[in-house]
């Protein structure tokens, strides 16, 4: 692989069931990143994580959770989904913060 | 928080134009990169350039960090330019990105 993988490409979920959306870098890119992109909403960091074994939040982070146990990979889960989580949800990395992220594909989400 | 303002919202254009792009910020930044997110949604990184003149065959980018502004300049527009481009701006000790709502370029043949 090369670049930032994600899985699934598309998912539709129940309201109330649990979900992890996979993100794969092969980049060694020390920081990883979730956004969420919804329709006149832009982009938005719903969390971050600078190294191996660190988070944080972002803008929107209510809802979901992350963890960073290596360098490439950064699940981020929705513990119970909720409509208002429907969404296109684009994982990004970069060498360390602050610095060029680069995108993955993206999840559609739609949680009914 | 920091705004983030691109203009125009919208830009229509035949093959072979020129177009600019502006991004305006409300605070300093230690970071700004430009995207372009193709109409199968997949966002690419153009240029990170939080000051400074950067260029990438038809594409060039300026940002005057002192005046909060950055501006992409795409020249021979091609269809294959179509898509949504985003500014994206990182406020000093913030950690975070923070997007425009984009500019919707359209290229027609």
């Known amino acids: 692989i090369a670049g930032i993988t994600q899985a699934p490409t598309s998912q539709i979920l129940a309201a109330g069931r649990r979900m992890t959306l996979r993100c794969t870098q092969d980049?060694?890119?020390?920081?990883m990143y979730w956004y969420r992109q919804d329709l006149g909403l832009g982009l938005r960091l719903i969390h971050y994580?600078?190294?191996?074994?660190?988070?944080g939040k972002g803008e929107v982070p209510d809802g979901y959770s992350v963890s960073r146990a290596n360098t490439d990979d950064f699940p981020l889960t929705l513990a119970s989904a909720v409509p208002s989580q429907t969404s296109v949800y684009f994982c990004?990395?970069?060498?360390?913060?602050?610095?060029?992220?680069?995108f993955g594909p993206g999840t559609r989400l739609t949680v009914l | 928080g920091i705004q983030v303002e691109q203009s125009p919202p919208d830009l229509i254009l035949q093959e072979g134009a020129n177009s600019t792009l502006r991004c305006n910020f409300s605070?300093?930044?230690?970071?700004l990169q430009w995207f372009h997110q193709n109409p199968w949604g997949q966002l690419i990184n153009l240029f990170y350039?939080?000051?400074g003149t950067k260029q990438n065959g038809r594409l060039s980018a300026t940002t005057v960090a002192t005046e909060r502004y950055s501006l992409l300049y795409i020249s021979s527009s091609q269809t294959t330019d179509s898509g949504v481009y985003f500014c994206?701006?990182?406020?000093?000790?913030?950690?975070?990105?923070?997007f425009g709502q984009g500019t919707r370029l359209t290229i027609n043949p």
């Open positions: 994206a701006v990182e406020r000093w000790g913030a950690q975070k990105l923070v």
């Open positions: 605070d300093s930044v230690n970071n």
């Open positions: 980049m060694r890119h020390n920081a």
């Open positions: 994580s600078n190294t191996a074994g660190t988070t």
């Open positions: 350039i939080p000051s």
């Open positions: 990004a990395s970069s060498d360390s913060l602050g610095d060029e992220q680069f």
